[in-house]
């Protein structure tokens, strides 16, 4: 890997010329740290007034794609003006409060309440707990003693798919969503084809994620954008143009693109 601290060497030919570009972002592990709980989280100030100058510039176009509700998010983050989507692309609000939300069966909705009551008697205890998303949900596992964890997996998915919820995987949880084919990925396509004429894979795009569930949107972008995976460790596989260490090379990474593109 080559010194991360210049973003140029990624990202100046690619952007060449251009006047305007598309900046989409997770949110956890991405713009702040994984914190110990997921209400604890704090967007470093740093971060926030450099990502606000950057989408008040005209010139970058701003998404927030992440796996938490997007009030939640959307109080976490705390910018005007940019898109959010939470629950993993399932909710998305565009900047003039437009909602881009995918549907769910009244099937799902009522099965949602019935699993999570016996999510919480069968499995959430020994330090497992259920972040509860309102249309989906976070099965953590971090403060479980690791033997455990194998079993809560299985026990887990098995209650959850007899709902007919999908799960993923994601850092030290289990996320479950409602049965709908749809990913972060296509979140960005659809933030993308509605925020932007007919020739959107013409843009400029530039995202970053640190976990799983972000690999989908770089596949989605794969041949016109550029992707960023956060990951300290060297041998992760991913669908990402390049790997970078860090929160703190996200920011590096901000600065880089407000100093590019908005002055
Ligand atoms: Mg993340």
């Not at 972040?131 to 455990?148: D, G, S, V």
């Not at 993923?168 to 479950?176: C, I, K, M, R």
């Not at 989605?220 to 990951?231: L, M, Q, V, Y």
């Amino acid at each position: 890997m080559t010194s991360e601290e210049d973003f140029g060497q990624y990202l100046d030919s690619y952007i060449g010329d251009d006047q305007h570009i598309a900046l989409l972002l997770d949110y956890d592990g991405t713009l702040a740290e994984v914190p110990d709980r997921p209400e604890l989280s704090v967007i470093p100030p740093e971060t926030k007034e450099t990502l606000r100058r950057i989408a008040n510039s005209g010139k970058v176009f701003v998404a927030i794609i992440s796996g938490r509700s997007l009030d939640d998010l959307r109080e976490k983050v705390g910018i005007d003006g940019i898109v959010y989507s939470g629950n993993l692309g399932l909710e998305i609000q565009l900047p003039d409060g437009t909602k881009l939300n995918q549907t769910i069966s009244e099937e799902a909705t009522a099965n949602f309440h019935k699993m999570i009551e016996q999510l919480t008697k069968e499995v959430a205890y020994n330090g497992a707990w259920i972040q509860n998303k309102q249309i989906a949900f976070t099965l953590h596992y971090r403060e479980m003693e690791p033997n455990l964890v194998p079993d809560l997996l299985v026990n887990a998915k098995r209650i959850i798919e007899s709902y007919g919820y999908r799960t993923f995987a994601s850092h030290n949880a289990l996320e479950a969503n409602p049965p709908i084919e749809w990913n972060k990925g296509r979140a960005a396509e659809l933030i993308l084809s509605s925020s932007f004429d007919k020739n959107w894979k013409s843009r400029k795009v530039i995202f970053a994620g640190d976990d799983t569930p972000d690999e989908d949107v770089m596949k989605a972008i794969k041949g016109f954008g550029k992707s960023f995976r956060i990951t300290n460790g060297a041998d992760v596989l991913t669908n990402a143009d390049f790997q970078i260490r860090s929160v703190q090379s996200v920011l590096k990474m901000l600065k880089w693109i407000e100093n590019k593109m908005c002055k």
